[in-house]
T-cell receptor, first 113, second 119 residues
Framework: KQEVTQIPAALSVPEGENLVLNCSFT??????LQWFRQDPGKGLTSLLL?????REQTSGRLNASLDKSSGRSTLYIAASQPGDSATYLC????????????FGSGTRLLVRP | GAGVSQSPRYKVAKRGQDVALRCDPI?????LFWYQQALGQGPEFLTY????????KSGLPSDRFFAERPEGSVSTLKIQRTQQEDSAVYLC?????????????????FGSGTRLTVV
């Protein structure tokens, strides 16, 4: 059974720092991996989606990498801003279940002004 | 509409009460999903619809949970005889694509959720 783990569970950094969020998964037979952002009381906003054949995706200050063989993904946030404060969730889609997302528990990020 | 709309935003139910949670997906979206998110946890899959057909309900925690999408658009998640462990945020998501496996990019749009508190 696929298990997705995110470390750290919470992170507090001063504004301007570069930071890395980690996601690991136990079953490498994934179709893709997605990073989401969740603000309090809000739904999930998709940030980056990496297909299983890809190594990384970039959007603005965000860069996500995927190492399928080792079961790891990282989300790199450059020059963090207070507006980046949110919970970041990673989710995988399995090869044998093309629609279901399996989520980690998230990393709660606080960027201090 | 422009996004996925869920109502109510908040629901407080007494233990044993029945509740109904509504999801209005983006118009034309074929696929609709329900997820349950407990406090401090990631969302967990409950059920999946392709148009009006419920193709997967393997994530529903018990037979007290029932979901429907009779006309292939609006969906309702019903919980009968609510219990305290049902307290969670219930998220709905929709997607234009159907579950065709490989080759499907599958962009999801999530609603803001319904926060259910059972007292």
């Amino acid at each position: 059974k696929q298990e997705v783990t995110q470390i750290p569970a919470a992170l507090s950094v001063p504004e301007g720092e570069n930071l890395v969020l980690n996601c690991s998964f136990t079953d490498s037979a994934i179709y893709n991996l997605q990073w989401f952002r969740q603000d309090p009381g809000k739904g999930l906003t998709s940030l980056l989606l990496i297909q299983s054949s890809q190594r990384e995706q970039t959007s603005g200050r965000l860069n996500a990498s995927l190492d399928k063989s080792s079961g790891r993904s990282t989300l790199y946030i450059a020059a963090s801003q207070p507006g980046d404060s949110a919970t970041y969730l990673c989710a995988v889609r399995q090869m044998d279940s093309s629609y279901k997302l399996i989520f980690g528990s998230g990393t709660r990020l606080l960027v201090r002004p | 509409g422009a996004g996925v709309s869920q109502s109510p935003r908040y629901k407080v139910a007494k233990r044993g009460q029945d509740v109904a949670l509504r999801c209005d997906p983006i118009s034309g979206h074929v696929s609709l999903f329900w997820y349950q998110q407990a406090l401090g946890q990631g969302p967990e899959f409950l059920t999946y619809f392709q148009n009006e057909a419920q193709l997967d309900k393997s994530g529903l925690p018990s037979d007290r949970f029932f979901a429907e999408r009779p006309e292939g658009s609006v969906s309702t998640l019903k919980i009968q005889r609510t219990q305290q462990e049902d307290s969670a945020v219930y998220l709905c998501a929709s997607s234009l694509a159907s579950s065709t496996g490989t080759g499907t990019n599958y962009g999801y749009t999530f609603g803001s959720g319904t926060r259910l508190t059972v007292v």
